[in-house]
């Protein structure tokens, strides 16, 4: 009997325990409740009662600006107007209540813009924006919203540096489905895991029906505080679109108009500089519009190619290559792919196929646990789960599929530094699914990493310019996957007595302990700061013709051998 038909075993018998007695006070006289009497269940609490908007300010959001170290946007949704819409900001007091701020400290900002939104549960939602400005880097503020006499909370936030500096941000496929159930959980373990983290990515399908209130109102209370005290960045997915964009797009997510310049487009293509960042939006909605497509595809390049900071992250809808089914996005793979590829792009993030990919293009491969490309993903927050489609979609189109996933709902977390970024994608219950490490120098160079295994750190993965090479010519050896600044021994093994050796003695641990013992040593190298490894020495004069050799790398987190090498007599 498996564990878990016991666990149910012992919650019935608890249960028919609990109805015994519960009949023993019918018996007496007493019952608890209409169910003793067999009447009807409760009402469904009405969603136009449970997401009705009133004085009180709820939704409250923060969208980035341009300049996040000096600025910062805030949206929410309340009964009143224009004329009373407002908020009050200061710098981060260490405490309110009793102790009242100095005076002076407090500033009042007037909402930039009130918006009705009319919904679909017969009233209208308004939905404010206030815009901070004049802020200072790497400052936390308190700030509060409201009308003047009905306040939200005061929630704090901090303003980005100037300059570069290392910092977390989240990423969410779809939630789309299951919103008021099955989400929260995800958003919520997720900022357990990195309540630190500045901005959140959000890559479409945030709802199911785009102007649907009672969705948009469960998106929202998924989210709750975390919303008013972490950057939203996100772009629509084609649920978020109706005979059009939806209705609450642009009065909830005030995002920069700096896109491509189409009316159709703004505030749903942009981009955000943060921290040494530049995040890219993109509406992946409009592929069978070849001039919306076109136009995004120039703009995107301009971002690409003009971009002082040192990591780039790609978000929209479609991936380029899908990881279920038989969708295909052509449109999306032809014009946009090969500029992630041409200017070094180090995240493409996406949604829509409800379900778990990473890969990249096949010619980006180094070693079985190192590829030098731009990093794909497909992720799924929501409830909703789709068949893998066994990575048709990716191995057709010149890519391969490095880890996969359906039915299980996932975050990701990036945590971002000057020379490495490491991504790791966890389930909702918090446990790991797939992980990786980006290495990047201030030449632009790169190297992708696995998460190392006994797999990816032995066996022939080393890599050699040739296979033949007359006595003493030069043999240059390379490698990848090590720790920057990682020693590494250089040795040389007779090939026929190593296939012996293999053979023999099954354990790779103890295998690599005969030739870290026996081999001869020709020299050590230190790995660069990707973990790369190259060294060029000169092969062994030979006693009987046309000797074979295998070189193996010996270090602390790898033993490494390469294809047999013939030397041969001059």
């Known amino acids: 009997m498996s564990n878990e038909r016991k666990i149910w075993l012992k919650g019935s018998a608890q249960a028919r325990l609990a109805l015994v007695g519960v009949g023993a006070l019918l018996v007496g006289g007493i019952a608890f409740g209409p169910v003793a009497f067999g009447a009807a269940a409760p009402p469904r609490y009405p969603a136009a009662e449970i997401h009705k908007p009133s004085p009180m300010p709820d939704r409250v959001i923060l969208t980035p600006t341009t300049t996040p170290a000096t600025s910062q946007k805030v949206t929410w949704r309340a009964e009143t107007t224009a004329e009373f819409a407002q908020a009050e900001i200061l710098e981060s007091p260490k405490a309110l209540g009793q102790v009242a701020p100095a005076a002076g400290a407090v500033t009042n900002v007037k909402a930039v813009s009130s918006t009705p939104v009319n919904t679909t549960l017969g009233y209208a939602s308004t939905y404010h924006t206030v815009e901070f400005s004049g802020l200072k880097p790497s400052t936390r503020y308190t700030y509060r919203v409201g009308d003047g006499t009905n306040w939200s909370e005061w929630t704090d936030f901090t303003t980005a540096a100037v300059d570069f500096q290392p910092f977390s941000f989240i990423y969410y496929g779809d939630a789309q489905n299951y919103i008021d159930s099955a989400v929260p959980r995800v958003f919520r373990q997720a900022f357990a895991e990195r309540p630190q983290a500045k901005v959140i990515v959000n890559a479409g399908d945030l709802i199911d029906s785009a102007n649907s209130e009672e969705q948009w109102g469960q998106w929202y209370k998924a989210g709750g505080f975390i919303d008013s005290q972490v950057n939203n960045f996100s772009i629509p997915g084609n649920h978020e679109y109706s005979s059009g964009l939806s209705s609450f797009w642009r009065p909830q997510f005030p995002y920069p108009d700096n896109g491509p310049g189409s009316p159709e487009l703004k505030q749903t293509a942009y981009s955000v500089d943060y921290q040494g960042v530049r995040f890219i939006g993109l509406d992946s909605n409009y592929q069978s519009n070849a001039s919306l497509m076109a136009a995004q595809t120039a703009w995107l390049e301009n971002l690409l190619k003009n971009n002082p900071n040192k990591w780039t992250v790609v978000t929209f809808h479609h991936p380029v ?205 230190t790995a660069d700061e990707l973990g790369r490894l190259t060294y060029t020495f000169k092969a062994p004069s030979v006693s009987r013709k046309d000797e074979t050799y295998v070189v193996y790398l010996s270090s602390e987190h790898q033993k490494i051998t390469s294809p047999v090498i013939t030397v041969t007599k001059k």
């Not at 996969?404 to 446990?431: H, P, S, T």
């Not at 022939?460 to 043999?475: L, P, Y």
């Open 321 to 525: 290559y899908s990881t279920t089914g038989t969708r295909n996005n052509p449109q999306v793979r032809a014009q946009w792919g090969p500029l992630f590829e041409k200017y070094g792009v180090d995240l493409v993030l996406q949604g829509h196929d409800h379900s778990y990919g990473r890969g990249n293009v096949q010619t980006a491969r180094k070693s079985a646990a190192v590829h030098n490309g731009v990093v794909y993903v497909v992720s799924v927050s929501g409830g909703k789960m789709y068949a893998l489609n066994n990575g048709e979609n990716w191995t057709g189109n010149g890519a391969e599929v490095v880890s996969k996933g359906q039915d299980m709902q996932l975050y990701q977390l990036i945590d971002v530094d000057k020379g490495q970024l490491r991504f790791e994608a966890r389930y909702a219950n918090g446990q790991h699914h797939d992980g990786f490490l980006v290495r990047k120098n201030d030449k632009g160079e790169r190297t992708v990493n696995e998460i190392r295994t006994e797999q990816n750190t032995t066996g022939e993965q080393v890599a050699v310019d040739k296979t033949t090479v007359n006595s003493r010519g030069e043999i240059t050896v390379s490698a990848y996957g090590y720790d920057p600044g990682e020693k590494v021994a250089v040795f040389l093994r007779d090939a026929d007595q190593a296939q012996q050796e293999r053979a023999r003695i099954r354990s790779w641990r103890d295998l690599c302990k005969l030739w870290d013992r026996d081999s001869s040593l020709v020299g050590y190298r």
